[in-house]
């Protein structure tokens, strides 16, 4: 069976690229990186219970704390405030890790190489997200031809991103229809307890729900009045 390696934080979008590659008839090998983010071990949680469920038996842990001694991001550095959600926000918030997408893709590759993968598959959004850099579809087609060179010539290492051009509604609807257990991921990037609603992850999510008109499983503290819910 053909192999890759899904990167899988717990949330929402990569549940839902883990159901897709499934589906496609993957042999999926799970991978999961903590970098010393406030929600991490909830985060850790949330990726074990979605492998059971999918009976993903190859799976991956990775700590690279270093992210988090270098800093520059609110969800690292608790001296920082984690912004509420602004949904029309112009620029980069305070909660991107600086090339955290680049640093996960190195040891993705590392892995994918070393077990045979042929690709991997990242569940990152650009039309509907924060707007962080390293989420952009050109970043994934450079770094992709950044692995081909940096590789054995033997390696052929492929970056599928199926959700990259989906708003939040339609990733929502498409992980109900892989038959996603959302109960299971967690998105909120403030609290591990209850999700707080109100940071831009939570925001975002309680907004492809609300559009998709299903209703997110998981309890919140508070959810924005801007949202109509």
């Not at 270098?70 to 620029?91: F, H, P, Q, W, Y």
């Not at 600086?98 to 590759?109: E, M, Q, S, W």
């Not at 999700?195 to 008109?213: H, M, N, T, V």
Request: glycine content about 8%; aromatic content about 10%.
């Amino acid at each position: 069976m053909r192999r890759v390696v899904v990167l899988m934080s717990g949330g929402l979008d990569s549940a839902t690229t883990a159901a897709i590659a499934k589906s496609l008839g993957y042999d999926v090998a799970a991978l999961h990186i903590t970098y010393g983010q406030r929600t991490e071990e909830r985060e850790k949680k949330a990726f074990n219970d979605l492998c059971d469920y999918f009976q993903f038996s190859q799976r991956l842990i990775v700590s690279i704390d270093h992210l988090k001694s270098i800093g520059g991001s609110s969800l690292l550095d608790t001296a920082m405030e984690v912004e509420k959600a602004e949904l029309n926000r112009k620029g980069i918030p305070s909660t991107y890790v600086p090339f955290r997408n680049g640093n996960l893709l190195a040891i993705a590759t590392s892995w994918a190489e070393v077990i045979g993968a042929e690709a991997i598959f990242v569940g990152a959004v650009e039309a509907d997200s924060s707007g962080y850099p390293d989420c952009r579809s050109d970043f994934f087609y450079a770094y992709e031809k950044a692995i081909n060179f940096g590789t054995k010539p033997t390696t052929k290492i492929t970056i599928h991103t199926p959700l990259i051009n989906l708003t939040k509604r339609f990733v929502v609807r498409l992980g109900y229809n892989f038959g996603v257990p959302f109960e299971l991921t967690w998105s909120c990037y403030r609290e591990s307890e209850i999700a707080c609603g109100e940071c831009d992850s939570c925001a975002l999510r309680l907004r492809g729900f609300q559009q998709a008109g299903l209703v997110d499983p998981v309890p919140y503290i508070k959810v924005p009045d801007y949202l109509n819910i």
